[in-house]
């Protein structure tokens, strides 16, 4: 084909990288000129004219992901937050509290997706909940009547409870309602 067409320039472009470069060596072998023979990488250019061509600067090239209707516009933040969910899974830990007093009203729950089975993970959930339960106990009644605050020693205890006893660390959410 390539002594049929006799191209001026070539350019491979179909196969894996080791195929390429026998694209190239066949073109030179029917007398393609080795100037005019070029093995291209992902982001660099070719910069063709009417009488030449030649590598141009490199653009920047990876991956793009697609996002419901968004084309490469997510971030790498959630790329990694998706991960560490596939990977880990979550918790999300609920409880209402008393905005006076700090004292438990509801709860705690815990909610598991992609974390433990159903079947078996009851013993380690009864004791992240205890877990819970003591934390609260040891908070001060000012901390205790700060959701913020709450939410931040839950998660905490919780994270260090989870890698402990299972040497994982599924994204931990407390989820704290006053009443």
Do not use: W
Request: net charge neutral; charged share 30%.
């Amino acid at each position: 084909m390539l002594r049929l067409t006799r191209p001026r320039y070539f350019v491979p472009v179909h196969g894996e990288y080791r195929h390429l470069v026998r694209h190239v060596q066949l073109a030179r072998a029917v007398g393609i000129p080795e100037e005019n023979c070029f093995l291209l990488e992902d982001g660099e250019v070719l910069e063709l004219t009417r009488d030449s061509a030649k590598k141009a600067a490199p653009v920047p090239v990876g991956r793009v992901f697609v996002d419901g209707k968004g084309v490469g516009d997510v971030e790498d933040v959630v790329i990694r937050d998706r991960r560490h969910l596939s990977e880990d899974g979550m918790v999300l830990a609920v409880m209402a509290i008393h905005q006076q007093s700090g004292e438990i009203v509801a709860g705690p729950d815990l909610i598991t997706r992609g974390f433990v089975r159903a079947d078996g993970g009851e013993e380690i959930l009864e004791r992240a909940r205890q877990i819970v339960l003591q934390t609260m106990k040891e908070l001060n009644r000012e901390t205790r009547t700060d959701p913020g605050e709450v939410q931040e020693e839950v998660r905490k205890a919780l994270r260090r409870y989870f890698y402990k006893a299972l040497e994982r660390r599924p994204v931990v959410l407390a989820f704290i309602m006053e009443t």
